[in-house]
């Protein structure tokens, strides 16, 4: 007997068997010359990663709620303004933490399951003054997927800088950080990127590195200032030592690992993978008569799918669903918290766990006494994924 589950939550995901040896190599001393090698070059790597080739990249120890607070806190001022382009939860919390250092915050909501459109962020951006706009890539909360080229072009036009939340989306989902003008790119370690939880990585552009610098007023948080950490990320990639606070180091090995086969992927070959995989997912779960809480097919993510349960199943289906030996995620968007399960298919996920998880929502659906043609799931997703 296998004896494990299959984990298709929103994260932490399955890891491949690479970034777990990793893991488990001998702790080294974060000063020795094979670590600085090692974490040199993860700072490298994640300028390929993000799609970000001059921005300053940062390896924090820490989840992803300290990779916001360090975007929030280092280059936004008391009094500035910030318009958080909201869908959901974690959009709710990026305001949260800008309130919290002092920011004059807007939230701009779109109706449950979708996104204001870009129009609606230039109208925004030009009824106020604002200096930083915050987009969450996707909703871990909502499955709802941000058109960021879009919105980052009309942030630019106005003048503000952009704080995209890829924690559900980077390397899962297609970011050109540099080239559509996003200013900190900002995720954790434990979804897509492809390691357990534990690290926090930031991209920042030259725009954003001139904007913390040029600040009136000191970074109000002392752990996840820039003014500590450029230091240890400047001399990490010379290739040389270096001390703030000790880095989390077998979390830096794996995430080398897991960097360099993201690369060894090809970015597009990567995205393109997560919507096929996706795509599927969604068939099967459309024909066993389920619907997804995104407004529309364009919002769809192809990290995450928040899938409505249908008439008459509720939320004791994810348990259900984990007897069957997949384990899935309930609601958490307070409104609907009841109404829907969430699934993670991101970073090393393959055909083979789509469709195991298709089938054990079939059987979970059995056991509940849903009507359905058992098998008819399985076969629409298996559909796509021989195409
Ligand atoms: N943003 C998004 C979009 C997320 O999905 C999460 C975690 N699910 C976070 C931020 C917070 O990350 P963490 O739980 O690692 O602090």
């Known amino acids: 007997m296998k004896g494990r589950n299959l984990l298709m939550i929103p994260g932490p995901i399955e890891f491949t068997p690479e970034v777990m040896a990793a893991m488990a190599q001998p702790t080294t001393s974060h000063v020795a010359g094979d670590f600085v090698e090692c974490f040199g070059e993860s700072l490298e790597m994640m300028r390929e990663v993000f799609l970000a080739p001059s921005a300053q990249p940062f390896i924090l120890a820490g989840s992803g709620t300290l990779a916001m607070d360090a975007a929030v806190a280092n280059i936004v001022e008391p009094g500035d303004g910030v318009l958080t382009v909201n869908s959901g939860y974690f959009s709710d919390r990026m305001g949260d933490i800008a309130a919290r250092y002092g920011a004059e915050v807007t939230n701009l909501s779109g109706s449950l399951g979708d996104i204001p459109s870009a129009d609606e962020v230039r109208k925004a951006l030009q009824d106020g003054d604002y200096r930083v706009v915050t987009i969450t890539h996707v909703d871990t ?59 926090a990585l930031l991209t920042v552009s030259p725009e954003a590195m001139e904007a913390f610098r040029s600040r009136k007023t000191p970074v109000p948080s002392y752990y996840a200032g820039f003014d500590k950490w450029l230091p240890i990320m400047e001399a990490y990639e010379g290739r040389g030592p270096a001390y703030f606070g000790t880095p989390a ?16 992927e090809g970015m597009d070959a990567r995205f393109e993978r997560h919507h096929r995989l996706a795509r599927a997912f969604r068939a099967g779960m459309r024909a066993l008569g389920m619907d997804f809480v ?32 997949v384990m899935t995620a309930g609601g958490l968007h307070p409104q609907i918290k009841e109404k829907y399960f969430r699934v993670g298919h991101m970073g090393a996920v393959n055909a083979s766990d789509i469709i195991a998880t298709v089938a054990a929502v079939e059987r979970a659906l059995k056991t509940k006494g849903y009507e359905f043609e058992p098998g008819s799931g399985v076969a629409a997703a298996e559909e796509l994924l021989c195409r």
């Open 141 to 199: 909360s909502t499955g709802v997927m941000a058109d960021v080229e879009a919105i980052s072009r009309v942030a630019d036009d106005a003048g503000a800088l952009v704080i995209v939340d890829g924690v559900c989306s980077t390397a899962g989902a297609e970011c050109r950080s540099e080239e559509w003008g996003v200013d900190i790119h900002l995720t954790a370690s434990q979804k897509a990127i492809g390691v357990p939880p534990g690290l």
């Open 294 to 325: 995104p407004a529309r097919e364009d919002l769809y993510a192809p990290t995450l799918s928040a899938v409505y349960y249908p008439e008459g199943i509720g939320p004791d289906l994810v348990p259900a669903i984990a007897a069957e030996g």
């Open 249 to 264: 180091v077998n979390l830096v090995a794996a995430l080398n690992v897991s960097l360099g086969q993201i690369l060894s």
